[in-house]
């Protein structure tokens, strides 16, 4: 895989050729798509790319609300079937200038690449991806955050080809079930240079953006155009992902803790119906697991979360009510608990569990802090806090009562069955090339290469 570090990533911008060669090409027959070809015997697969490339417009543009994708000079949107090797595919701008720099968008247009090596299958999936860039592209090519160029365009495969909900999953959704504690805002740059982690995790946050237009959207991928709608702003990135998450959803603490709780059941009997798939790389990474007989314990997380992550420990055998409680010097906190066919979530540094049976309990970092607004791996490091879980058999006068203590001020809570969770209904900029802040150049054109390596 190539661009790993920002180094790399930054070096390969750089040195990137522009659009690929091109010796021919078809257009749609009504929306403005056009499909080039390397090699004449390529020439026949950009039927089909131009209708998955109409699919995509359709799905995302037309019906879940993506902004649509900006004119080029000759008002076409242009998809590449070139040489590129190792099977990947890549979203660029056209040119880094904002056309209309009075709309509230930071936006430009933009061309796909696709490796002319993609099979049939993987093709559609890859189309539908690389044209949700084209949609980012038309509302914010400044933000800095690579879980929501990756992930909501992930999410788009699914949105466009629920069929392909497999394939898609299959790729990227068991890196970020593995690593709970690396939140929202996380990647794989930075859990390798972290932890020496490999991972795509940022694709995997897939997981997030079906997660929030399934309870915030029409469950076909509003959600997403919500949430991109929420963080989109005119020049320098000053409305950060949260800020976006918050708008889609209403309380952004509320809605990660309700997502904190549903992944628990991921990959099992009792996935939730939009991401109804039994598998076991799906199924979330436990970090701690106990008896009733060993309670009173004290979990230490193996690796403290970050700004929007958890942390889970399980415990078998549960016959009476529990008291589970945050201990940290500071910060804002949850606590999920999910078993005996419920989940309950509290935005408190306490929880008190009536159920029996087996349980999984999570503790859910709410800080937000500058790692949303800078997007910087300096301030990411900085997020991550310090914390414990204690578990242990509630006394007669313990209640649970949410305290003060690292309680949010929206605080807000909730205890509810599983089948009670439905959808619901959810200064002026241009500037060229070299004069990009170096985030938005590796988001420009370098990440999205990090599919070259998708089998």
Known sequence: MLCHTPAMALLTWMSDPGRPPSIGSIDHETLPL????????????????????????????????????????????????????????????????????????????????????????????????????????????????????????????IWVYPEDVRITAGYSFGDFQSAPWAGMLSDGYFLWEEHNLWSYYEYGTAIWALHLDHHHGSGSGSGGAALWDGLAQEGPNTVDVI?????????????????????????????????????????????????????????????????TGAVYAAVSGVQAPLMVTVEADDGQWGIVAVGDGVQTWEAATSLRWEGSGDVVFGVVNLNHDAVAQTGSWGALRSSQRTVQLRIAVAEDDDTGTPDDTGTPDDDSSSGVQLSTHEPQAGCTCSTSKAQLPWTALLVGVLVFRRRQDRR
């Not at 979330?284 to 309670?295: Q, W």
């Open 34 to 157: 056009r499909c080039h070809w390397e090699r004449e015997e390529d020439s026949v697969r950009c039927s089909d790319i131009l209708t998955y490339a109409a699919d995509s417009w359709e799905q995302q543009v037309n019906e879940s609300g993506f902004q649509a994708p900006v004119p080029d000079s000759d008002a076409i949107v242009d998809l590449y079937l070139f040489d590129y090797g190792g099977g990947g595919a890549y979203a660029s701008c056209s040119t880094w200038n904002d056309p209309a720099p009075a709309d509230g968008l930071t936006s430009c247009a933009a061309y796909v690449a696709l490796d002319r090596q993609l099979s049939r299958q993987e093709m559609r999936t890859y189309v539908a991806h690389e044209f949700n860039h084209v949609l980012q592209y038309a509302t914010d090519y400044n933000e800095p955050t690579y879980p929501v160029w990756e992930g909501v365009a992930s999410a788009a495969e």
């Open 243 to 307: 800020d976006g998450y918050d708008a889609a959803t209403g309380d952004w603490r509320a809605a990660l803790l309700s997502l904190s709780a549903e992944r628990v059941l991921l990959g099992t009997d009792a996935a939730p119906s939009w991401l109804s798939l039994k598998a076991p790389y799906l199924e979330l990474s436990i970090d701690g697991e106990y008896t009733a007989d060993d309670l009173p314990a004290l979990h230490t997380p193996s690796t403290m979360p970050y700004s």
